[in-house]
């Protein structure tokens, strides 16, 4: 890798474990100054690997330099407080700070899990804990996360530091929450997993390399919960199938002029076979216990997704899943997909009747819907309702595809 592409890369996967380990120490009253520490390493290695070249093995050497950075300081402090109020405070060792300071990796590991956890606290809103979540446990810089929600980075930086302010407020510590409350804590750290990949694989940005960013670091961090004993649950497999077939259909998702590909005009070929199949491992692990959640439905519904048939059979299934789906929680986007499916499993005629009786009418998917189903059966309405949609698209590639359909319609 070439010298001016190695410290970005190394900052997005190694930035995180640092700050993670630097943060469970520091914790959140001092997260600024880990967070401080865990930038400068990566600008002390930016200067001296610019002079000397980069080390052999890159990332030991950034772990180091954080450490000492960390033991620094703490040591600087020491001495500080220990002026300012001698006695009061006691003189700590040197080895005290080195054996705080564990970046082994079985420490890394636990420490984004204790991240993870914390910042996905219910008190604060869900968009901080994805900020929150990207910056520290994802290594996106403040632009990125910008780019990603489509604001500007002052607004980030707000909304950043008024979480954190939160999470010191009510004095949230950087652990694992005891094993009698894990499972309520646990449905809100997959919800922010969720919103995070929904983040990437429904978002308006044009970035298509942010937006699969962010879709595989919410299948990495659902990995890291896969992979330690207390939070391998069926839930978490089911979201981790879900999300595995999701993103196998992303590149067919877009065409090459950034385009929406509706799913019937999907060339199966891009889909990616390797995520199905892992997708179907996670689902098989999920099938345990006696709990049926909504990722659960959900996993299962994108399973179906992705086998080409298009037989009856196949949309049957998934209306009967949408309708259990409804009935866990309801959604005006689950419930508009069930009407597709429902128009698949029965005829066009029925899924409109349904359609209609939902009004979502502050909704341009709603009228895009309306006009793929009226297609056939009534034109004239098929095409009013694609140009109620155009005019409520949010997007330019929205409204390039559904102008397309007007376009196609010639009426």
């Given amino acids: 890798m070439e010298q001016q592409e190695l410290i970005p890369h190394l900052f997005r996967t190694e930035y995180r474990k640092i700050v993670s380990v630097l943060g469970k120490r520091f914790g959140f009253e001092q997260m600024e100054i880990a967070e401080d520490l865990a930038s400068d390493t990566f600008l002390t290695a930016a200067q001296t690997w610019g002079l000397n070249g980069a080390p052999k093995n890159p990332a030991a050497w950034l772990y180091n330099v954080a450490k000492n950075k960390a033991k620094n300081h703490l040591q600087r402090t020491s001495i500080f407080e220990n002026k300012i109020v001698p006695g009061i405070i006691p003189q700590v060792s040197t080895s005290f700070y080195e054996n705080e300071i564990d970046l082994s990796p079985q420490n890394i590991s636990d420490s984004q899990l204790q991240m993870m956890f914390a910042i996905c606290h219910p008190s604060i809103s869900p968009e901080a804990q994805i900020g929150l979540s990207l910056r520290i446990l994802c290594g996106f810089g403040i632009e990125e996360i910008a780019d990603a929600f489509l604001t500007n980075k002052e607004t980030i930086n707000k909304r950043l530091f008024r979480a954190k302010e939160k999470l010191r407020e009510e004095k949230i510590k950087i652990e694992l929450p005891d094993l009698s409350t894990i499972d309520e804590r646990l449905a809100s750290v997959l919800t922010t997993i969720y919103l995070l990949f929904n983040e990437g694989y429904y978002s308006v940005s044009q970035n298509q390399t942010l937006r699969k960013d ?10 890291m919960l896969v992979e330690n004993k207390y939070t391998n649950k069926p839930e978490v497999n089911a979201l981790l199938a879900l999300m595995c077939f999701h993103a196998s259909r992303f590149d067919a998702r877009i065409n090459k002029n950034g385009e929406h590909v509706l799913y019937d005009e999907q060339d199966t070929n891009l889909w990616n076979t390797d995520l199905i199949i892992k997708g179907g491992y996670y689902l098989k692990c999920a099938a345990t216990g006696n709990k049926i959640s909504k990722y659960h439905l959900e996993a299962t519904i994108a399973y179906w997704n992705t086998q080409k048939a298009d037989t009856r059979e196949k949309w049957e299934n998934i209306l009967q899943l949408y309708n259990r789906l409804l009935q866990i929680e309801y959604s ?19 899924a409109i009747t349904e359609a209609e009786k939902l009004n979502l009418t502050d909704n341009h998917f709603y009228f895009t819907l309306l006009g793929e189903l009226y297609i056939d059966i009534d034109d004239k309405k098929a095409n009013e309702n694609f140009k109620k949609a155009l005019l409520m698209a949010k997007t330019q590639t929205d409204k390039q595809t559904i102008q397309k359909k007007i376009d196609k319609m010639k009426i």
């Fill in 214 to 223: 962010l879709c595989f670091e919410a299948m990495r961090l659902c990995g």
């Fill in 332 to 350: 005006p986007v689950a419930a508009l997909n069930r009407t597709y499916a429902l128009s698949k499993a029965n005829s066009k005629q029925e």
